[in-house]
């Protein structure tokens, strides 16, 4: 506690290295640490000054105006979650250049609309709960959308993710002395019960059905996501240099897949090999360059309203005739043909859990079917894993050996087929007379209620 540097310079050597002074300050159990030079945002040359910015840092945090990320401007007042959630975009999210950082906006919005305008530190556990609940409620999802719908529990997690981090964040950070999500070794907070597995496998029938129906552009991609499983994005960010890097290999560059690895997928089957032949060639005949897009046009241009082609050839697919609204210059398709899309129930993903699945069946280990997916997980891959009824019922077939089992009835086994049924009486009288044999009932030996069976006593 008190002025340092996070250098291992020791004595004079340190007060004048160019490392940043910090200074660090308890008050009230909690301990508040900061960066000196960033909180008075000014160049710290000496110990002199060192000390007494780090004395102006204890009077602010005494008068509770204290930021960790500033002495910025007093005038915005104490940490509201509005302000927080902008700190937490710039110097997590942005600094370190997350794939989530195109989205990150879109999905801050809830968060922002429920916590904004709350202090940081006043934001407690019943306020999560608050919030939760408010997202279980119907409402308007999109603009799309006319009809209220209910954010599925899912969706409700992915929230509470973000919300978690960024509070264990703000923890870490000192914004914060502990999270509405826990008390010590207690959760307060639990997640909505999920099933979030898909079901949705892809026919032959059905394949051929897309593949008739789906515009000249279009086609090619359905064949690379069935034989190679690339996901929507990744597909469409593949360039020629990613298929000559490595011959008889699609190349998926760390910046564009969504763990942020590298990985590496064979072009294993004739048609997926003869697509990119096809692809390769432009309008006049010509290979295109190193840096087009494999996914492109005939004049090497990316491909553009890829959801608009999905949405028209899965109608078509399946028999229907897609309608768009009139006057409408986006041409978006009408309520009732988008409300057939949804009962149909094939997304574009889809065909990337059709590629897992369809490898399984074939046999081959999970763990390599992970690794052409870039899971970073296993359990990942098991979600992608639907199997069709036919390969479960050909599985527990296997355990038919062609034995028969003959089921004899009670009465058969009691006696045999031409004997003659007793009276009861006669049955007691035969059991008196067994029982003496063996000693019950003459005195010799006690007959045990438990068991009426003389056959125990032999």
Same mark, same amino acid.
């Given at each position: 506690m008190g002025l340092y540097k996070? +250098?291992?310079?020791?004595?004079?050597?340190?007060?004048? +290295?160019?490392d940043a002074w910090w200074g660090s300050f308890q008050f009230r159990g909690r301990l508040h640490r900061a960066s000196l030079e960033k909180w008075a945002n000014e160049e710290i040359r000496t110990k002199a000054r060192a000390e007494a910015v780090f004395d102006r840092m204890r009077d602010a945090i005494r008068q509770g105006t204290f930021s960790p990320d500033a002495a910025e401007d007093p005038a915005q007042g104490p940490l509201t979650f509005e302000r927080f959630a902008a700190i937490y975009i710039e110097r997590y999210v942005n600094a370190n250049k997350l794939s989530s950082a195109d989205?990150?906006?879109?999905?801050?919005?809830? @968060?922002?609309?429920?916590?904004?305008k709350i202090l940081l530190a006043d934001i407690r556990t019943a306020d999560v709960e608050d919030f939760v609940a408010k997202l279980k409620e119907p409402a308007v999802l999109a603009s799309i959308h006319k009809v209220p719908r209910v954010r599925r529990p899912a969706t409700i997690n992915r929230y509470l993710s973000l919300l978690r981090h960024m509070f264990n964040w703000a923890v870490g950070r000192e914004y914060l002395d502990r999270t509405p999500f826990r008390r010590g070794n207690q959760t307060l907070v639990k997640q909505e019960l999920e099933d979030n597995r898909r079901h949705r496998r892809i026919t032959p029938d059905e394949e051929k059905a897309l593949l008739d129906a789906a515009p000249a552009h279009l086609q090619p991609l359905v064949v690379i996501a069935l034989d190679a499983g690339l996901r929507r994005g990744e597909m469409l960010a @593949?360039?020629?240099?990613?298929?000559d890097a490595r011959p008889g290999w699609l190349r998926l560059r760390g910046e564009t897949t969504k763990s942020g690895k590298t990985r590496w997928v064979p072009i294993a089957t004739t048609r997926l090999s003869a697509v990119l032949d096809f692809l390769r060639l432009d309008a006049d005949g010509q290979r295109k360059t190193s840096s087009d897009p494999v996914c492109s046009n005939e004049a090497g241009e990316s491909l553009k309203y890829f959801r608009s082609a999905w949405v028209m050839t899965v109608l078509k697919a399946h028999g229907i005739r897609p309608e768009w609204k009139k006057r409408n210059k986006f041409r978006a398709f009408t309520a009732q043909r988008l409300a057939d899309f949804r009962r149909i129930d094939l997304r574009w993903h889809d065909l990337r859990h059709e590629y897992a699945s369809r490898l399984v069946e074939r046999g081959v280990p999970l763990s390599q079917v992970r690794d052409l997916l870039g899971h970073a997980s296993i359990v990942t891959t098991e979600r992608y894993d639907n199997q069709s009824d036919a390969a479960l019922f050909a599985s527990a077939k296997l355990l038919d050996t062609g034995e028969t089992f003959k089921i004899l009835s009670r009465s058969q086994t009691a006696r045999p087929a031409n004997a003659s049924i007793r009276p009861a009486t006669d049955d007691a009288n035969l059991l008196n007379e067994q029982e003496m044999k063996v000693g019950v009932g003459n005195g010799v030996r006690t007959r045990d209620f438990r068991s009426h069976s003389p056959a125990l006593y032999h």
């Open positions: 996070l +250098c291992k310079h020791k004595g004079r050597a340190r007060d004048r +290295c160019d989205t990150i906006e879109y999905r801050m919005a809830p @968060l922002r609309a429920h916590f904004g @593949l360039t020629w240099a990613d298929v």
